[in-house]
T-cell receptor
Framework: SAVISQKPSRDICQRGTSLTIQCQVDSQVTMMFWYRQQPGQSLTLIAT?????????ESGFVIDKFPISRPNLTFSTLTVSNMSPEDSSIYLC???????????FGEGSRLTVL | GQNIDQPTEMTATEGAIVQINCTYQTSGFNGLFWYQQHAGEAPTFLSYNVLDGLEEKGRFSSFLSRSKGYSYLLLKELQMKDSASYLCAVSSNYGQNFVFGPGTRLSVLP
């Protein structure tokens, strides 16, 4: 299994500001995944972060709103830009591993936008 | 596209057995995963099915029928700590796509 650390674990932000979430993995991985979980909802994939290339965004998510960096095989950041209250969610970093290729998740970053 | 459906909420009694169903529609199916998520925590992996049949893992079992697009998670000897959301997820496109269902919130009562 992989150990994934996320920072910050939670934050309260003002409308119109941006926040960068960091994700550190204890092993080298090709792909890192960023998910969003809105209150009471399931997980929605925002984008896949590939080392050495641009992130791949899912329908409904754009790079200007959620820029991603992937400087090496163990680290990634997700920025939530120009935040609004609708961005209040838990943001989860994830990697694949294990015998079944299951996903492992970081502890999540709970953002509240006022 | 993909469509995954689960019951929204279920309630069961401590010591009982509960079955949580998941139906899905997808192309290029690679596997079905079950996750447990306690309130305020990240999801944790429970089980995986890629072939039809039952996979047993202690108190938890998971079943898959690919022809019916159907899976269930069976929890036996329920404990209070099993109160959580249970998420069904489907992998497709050679594992490149991983889509989660809406989740089932299970409440275990004394």
């Amino acid at each position: 299994s992989a150990v994934i650390s996320q920072k910050p674990s939670r934050d309260i932000c003002q409308r119109g500001t941006s926040l960068t979430i960091q994700c550190q993995v204890d092993s080298q991985v090709t792909m890192m995944f960023w998910y969003r979980q809105q209150p009471g909802q399931s997980l929605t994939l925002i984008a896949t972060a590939n080392q050495g290339s641009e992130a791949t965004y899912e329908s409904g998510f754009v790079i200007d709103k959620f820029p991603i960096s992937r400087p090496n095989l163990t680290f990634s950041t997700l920025t939530v830009s120009n935040m609004s209250p609708e961005d209040s969610s838990i943001y989860l970093c994830s990697v694949k591993g294990g015998f079944a290729g299951e996903l492992f998740f970081g502890e999540g970053s709970r953002l509240t936008v006022l | 596209g993909q469509n995954i459906d689960q019951p929204t909420e279920m309630t069961a009694t401590e010591g009982a057995i509960v079955q949580i169903n998941c139906t899905y529609q997808t192309s290029g199916f690679n596997g079905l995963f079950w996750y447990q998520q306690h309130a305020g925590e990240a999801p944790t992996f429970l089980s995986y099915n890629v072939l039809d049949g039952l996979e047993e893992k202690g108190r938890f079992s998971s079943f898959l029928s690919r022809s019916k697009g159907y899976s269930y998670l069976l929890l036996k000897e329920l404990q209070m700590k099993d109160s959580a959301s249970y998420l069904c997820a489907v992998s497709s496109n050679y594992g490149q796509n991983f889509v989660f269902g809406p989740g089932t919130r299970l409440s275990v009562l004394p």
